[in-house]
């Protein structure tokens, strides 16, 4: 079995500070090579460091999170691809390709458990006939579960697939231009609308015209995971269509998904709309903030969320204590609401660190004086630190 501690490496002992940090007030980077949490020792190395899979800090950090019974437990939540028992919806944490981006962003990797591999392999054999992967569920309407692709399922599938190595699979390859092709003009800009399921003809709520923020977001970041070569043009302005909701959420609010308090607010884990989300997905496209190619209203926006995140999240020793939690997680620091979460920190300062040449005006920015969202009392409910 892996040692449960890492020590720090010796390589990073005199790292120079990043100009990102300033917007924390300390560098937490330390705390969290030293601690006993195996996954945060793993992306504070592989994301915060740069260090690559061969480094022996990083085969160390990758083991120990194999071995690590957190881990174990969470890989046995996902039981049988079509199994009625785990077609909880994509909004739940219980559904399993959102447990599977949860070990993914723990480091697990294909080939690392054959459970694993077998869950994510059973996802290929479930493809409607336009090229969406499908998932089992009841939708609305539907007495008994049927599989179906909605694209908030179809999209984070092939995004799952695509972290698991998976990008160059005909079925993945095929569903990708499937994705693009249902790109299209909504009120707000090019962008994804929702759907209706073919199945059930169940459509999400809100205007049909409208696009849809999660199902946006979902596309933008499978398409930022593939290879440079596979990724559609016209993603930069899309990206541009999800930073303007931010932008004008004093007059417009999409349905279900507002932009106050718990908006930037981080629910643990975090894989529904909501300011850490949003920003772990912006922050792939740099053509939103660069010179040459950034909008000046874009880049304030991204300046203006991006010090909302960290007001909102951090506190003064630049730590992440979880304020609001998804049950079942009791087990990881990420799960408690009285202590400093190393693996919470670990993936917010990945989130900071990506929009690092926003730091400066990032700083400068008091969010207690932004305007609040569509439906608020005018100014926002101020962070509690």
């Not at 070569?229 to 998904?257: H, K, N, T």
Request: with cysteine; proline share 8%; aromatic share 8%.
């Amino acid at each position: 079995m892996a040692s449960g501690c890492l020590a720090r490496p010796s390589s990073l002992r005199d790292v120079t500070p990043e100009p990102w940090l300033a917007l924390l007030g300390s560098d937490p980077r330390p705390w969290l090579i030293e601690s006993s949490e195996s996954a945060a020792r793993w992306v504070a190395l592989t994301h915060l460091f740069d260090l690559p899979s061969e480094d022996p800090a990083v085969v160390a950090a990758h083991a120990n999170v194999l071995d690590d019974p957190r881990t174990r437990d969470i890989i046995a939540r996902l039981g049988r691809w079509g199994d009625d028992t785990g077609a909880s919806g994509h909004h739940s944490p219980a559904y399993q390709p959102n447990l599977l981006q949860l070990l993914a962003d723990m480091g697990v990797r294909s080939g690392d458990h054959p459970e694993v591999d077998r869950v994510v392999g059973a996802m290929l054999e479930h493809q409607d006939a336009a090229g969406h992967f499908e998932a089992f569920g009841r939708p609305r309407g539907s007495a008994e579960p049927v599989w179906s692709s909605l694209l908030c399922d179809a999209h984070v599938i092939a995004e799952v697939l695509i972290r698991f190595g998976f990008a160059e699979h005909p079925s993945v390859v095929r569903s990708v231009s499937r994705i693009h092709a249902d790109l299209t003009d909504t009120r707000q800009g090019r962008a994804w609308k929702c759907i209706p399921d073919r199945v059930s003809r169940f459509r999400g709520p809100g205007h049909r015209d409208d696009f849809c923020p999660m199902v946006t977001l979902e596309a933008l970041r499978l398409m930022a995971r593939l290879p440079p070569s596979q990724q559609p043009p016209g993603m930069l302005e899309v990206a541009r269509v999800s930073v303007r909701a931010w932008v004008v959420r004093g007059e417009e609010q999409p349905y279900m998904f507002g932009h106050g308090y718990r908006f930037k607010t981080a629910k643990w884990p975090s894989f529904w709309y909501g300011l850490p989300w949003v920003l772990d997905t912006l922050g792939r496209f740099p053509g939103l903030w660069e010179q040459g190619s950034a909008d000046p209203t874009e880049r304030s926006a991204l300046a203006e969320m991006l010090a909302c995140l960290v007001a909102y999240n951090f506190d003064a020793s630049g730590r992440v204590t979880p304020r609001s939690c998804y049950r079942g997680f009791e087990g990881f620091s990420f799960g408690q609401k009285k202590q400093p979460s190393p693996l919470a920190t670990a993936w917010l300062l990945a989130v900071v660190r990506r929009l690092g040449d926003l730091a400066d005006e990032a700083s400068r920015i008091d969010v207690r004086v932004l305007g609040s969202s569509k439906g608020g009392a005018g100014t926002p409910k101020p962070p509690r630190r």
